[in-house]
């Protein structure tokens, strides 16, 4: 799976610079598909990361084999 950034997730990384790409990945893998509430093409993973237990929850786009973030932040 290869990750793409959008424009307004490149400018809210810098301000969560603990949150990285293998951590989204896994939070992906590992959370159910959930359907977005207000757009029809983005998607939602929530998943707790193991060595912190903290909930991530990564709003997304697919396309093919490709997966754009739209932006992701820590629920607790």
Known sequence: MSI????????K????PDITD??????IN??????D???EDVWNAISRIPPSGRLL????????????IV???WLD
């Not at 793409?4 to 400018?11: A, L, T, V």
């Not at 990384?13 to 969560?16: A, D, E, P, W």
């Not at 590992?30 to 359907?35: E, I, V, W």
């Open 4 to 11: 793409e950034h959008s424009p307004y997730w490149s400018k």
């Open 13 to 16: 990384r810098k301000k969560r």
């Open 22 to 27: 293998d951590i989204i990945e896994y939070c």
């Open 30 to 35: 590992n959370s159910n598909k959930l359907k």
């Open 37 to 39: 509430k207000y757009w």
């Open 57 to 68: 929850k990564v709003v997304y786009k697919t396309k093919g084999k490709t997966i754009k």
């Open 71 to 73: 932006t992701a932040y």
